[in-house]
């Protein structure tokens, strides 16, 4: 999981997370390790523990309020009514980011977004310095012609962050992404519009207490780092039972 650099400037303002959470992500990841592997309770630690996994519930709830659910946003695949959301706040120059869109995202795409359960929500959370920070105003920017999953994938190829993302690279992997208007493309990089767009992700992150990437929520679970396969399918597996619960 790659860390924030020391020299990368990051701002002050961290804004609460959705209203009323009494929680961080960060805080919440120690309590789902800790109620997977708990005892059993006993005498009063059981009250305890009941209202320990209630306020767990809550705030996973708040957490999965997060997902914005826009049938028209570029920057999410699958269905914007799917029962399980998952959301990846992430950096185009973090290695293990890259890890994740290779290894492990095509296999929850065929598994689950095609069959409608699983809808992937972008976040860009730009760690690294004014490349990342270009790279993610250069990803909504394709996603302005409907080019951004393409873009992700290149940016994300095998070499492809070691080769750096300068205006020039910028503009070969919108190339490369079959992106059509190369200079509607630079205006909308270069234009506000994209870096508000970024600023607000990476408020959205801040806000969780995230600190790194990849970052992920799964149906409002935090997962960190580029974890195994089967750690995002058994998330995916966990909120779709929930969602299902939830509705009858």
Same mark, same amino acid.
């Given at each position: 999981?790659?860390?924030?650099?020391?020299?990368?400037?990051?701002?002050?303002?961290?804004?609460?997370?959705?209203?009323?959470?009494?929680?961080?992500?960060?805080?919440?990841?120690?309590?789902?390790?800790?109620?997977?592997?708990?005892?059993?309770?006993?005498?009063?630690?059981?009250?305890?523990?009941?209202?320990?996994?209630?306020?767990?519930?809550?705030?996973?709830? @708040? +957490?999965?309020? /997060? #997902? =914005?659910?826009? *049938?028209?946003?570029? %920057?999410?695949?699958? !269905?914007? &009514?799917?029962?399980?959301?998952?959301?990846?706040?992430?950096?185009?120059?973090?290695?293990?980011?890259?890890?994740?869109?290779?290894?492990?995202?095509?296999?929850?795409?065929?598994?689950?977004?095609?069959?409608?359960?699983?809808?992937?929500?972008?976040?860009?959370?730009?760690?690294?310095?004014?490349?990342?920070?270009?790279?993610?105003?250069?990803?909504?920017?394709?996603?302005?012609?409907?080019?951004?999953?393409?873009?992700?994938?290149?940016?994300?190829?095998?070499?492809?962050?070691?080769?750096?993302?300068?205006?020039? @690279? +910028?503009?070969? /992997? #919108? =190339?490369?992404? *079959?992106?059509?208007? %190369?200079?509607?493309? !630079?205006? &909308?990089?270069?234009?506000?519009?994209?870096?508000?767009?970024?600023?607000?992700?990476?408020?959205?992150?801040?806000?969780?207490?995230?600190?790194?990437?990849?970052?992920?929520?799964?149906?409002?679970?935090?997962?960190?780092?580029?974890?195994?396969?089967?750690?995002?399918?058994?998330?995916?597996?966990?909120?779709?039972?929930?969602?299902?619960?939830?509705?009858?």
């Amino acid at each position: 999981m790659s860390k924030n650099p020391r020299n990368t400037a990051v701002p002050k303002r961290r804004p609460l997370l959705v209203a009323g959470a009494v929680a961080v992500a960060a805080a919440l990841l120690g309590t789902v390790s800790y109620t997977a592997t708990r005892p059993e309770p006993r005498g009063d630690a059981a009250g305890q523990d009941t209202a320990a996994g209630q306020q767990l519930d809550d705030t996973t709830t @708040r +957490l999965a309020e /997060l #997902a =914005r659910r826009d *049938g028209g946003d570029p %920057l999410a695949q699958g !269905r914007a &009514d799917a029962p399980v959301v998952l959301i990846e706040y992430a950096d185009f120059k973090c290695g293990f980011c890259g890890k994740f869109a290779r290894d492990t995202e095509p296999g929850l795409v065929k598994k689950y977004v095609a069959d409608g359960t699983l809808r992937i929500e972008w976040r860009n959370f730009p760690l690294f310095g004014a490349e990342s920070q270009a790279a993610a105003a250069a990803s909504w920017a394709a996603g302005q012609q409907g080019r951004f999953w393409q873009f992700h994938r290149a940016a994300y190829a095998e070499g492809a962050k070691e080769k750096g993302f300068g205006a020039d @690279r +910028l503009d070969a /992997l #919108a =190339r490369e992404a *079959g992106v059509k208007d %190369l200079d509607r493309f !630079r205006r &909308d990089r270069d234009g506000r519009a994209a870096h508000a767009a970024v600023a607000k992700d990476r408020e959205e992150a801040y806000a969780l207490g995230a600190t790194s990437t990849p970052s992920f929520l799964v149906g409002g679970q935090p997962i960190a780092g580029a974890q195994p396969a089967a750690a995002f399918e058994q998330a995916v597996e966990s909120a779709k039972a929930a969602a299902k619960a939830g509705r009858k």
